[in-house]
Structure formats: C-alpha cells, structure tokens
C-alpha cells in the first residue's frame, strides 16, 4: 500500500512526496526530511505567487522602494528545499553512503 502524502502539502508536491517515497528506500528520518522539503518548495510557490500579485517591490511611507517580506521568503525556502533535496541525496538509487568520503566534499 503506498504510504500517504502529508494531508498540508499542496496536491503537486504531494504527488512528489509520493513518488519519492515509492522509489527511493527512505528511512523515517529521511521521510521527516522530505516533509520538510515539500513544505519548503510550497512556501517558496506560495512566496512567488504573492510576489505575482503585489511586485517584488513597494514604497515605504518615505517614498523609498523596499523589497516585498515575500522576496526573504521565497529565498529562504528556496535555500532551504535545495539543501535539504541535497541532504536526501536522491540522485544515488541506494541511498548508501559514498564510501570515500573525499568524494563528498565537492
């Protein structure tokens, strides 16, 4: 039986929740990692979305322009989703630990 998506995430990332967690050997850590991801990936949309609507930029009430809360946002979650898709390491089908550690200090 495949296991079930967080019910929070947005129906896209769920789906890739899904598939992650079909095709990759993940522990409960790992899982708890993905989680995480996912919610970083729908606050990023969800930054980017808001940003759509309101501009990257508005004035302050000196007139100055000042970047969208959004903008801290979505880099952050992007930031965030990147390193903790790295974490995973999901491009290795095994999931095994690189025996020459050397190797990951790229």
């Known amino acids: 039986m495949a296991k079930r998506a967080p019910s929070h995430l ?53 007139g100055q322009p000042k970047a969208h809360p959004a903008v801290a946002v979505e880099r952050d979650a992007r930031i965030a989703f990147a390193r903790l898709v790295r974490e995973l390491d999901l491009e290795t089908s095994d999931h095994s630990p690189d025996p020459d550690p050397a190797t990951r200090l790229r």
Do not use: I, N
């Open 10 to 62: 947005q129906p896209a990332t769920a789906a890739w929740w899904r598939h992650v967690v079909a095709e990759f050997a993940l522990e409960q850590h790992h899982e708890r990692l993905l989680t995480l991801a996912c919610e970083a990936w729908d606050q990023a949309v969800a930054a980017r979305e808001e940003l759509a609507k309101a501009g990257t930029y508005f004035a302050d009430r000196f």
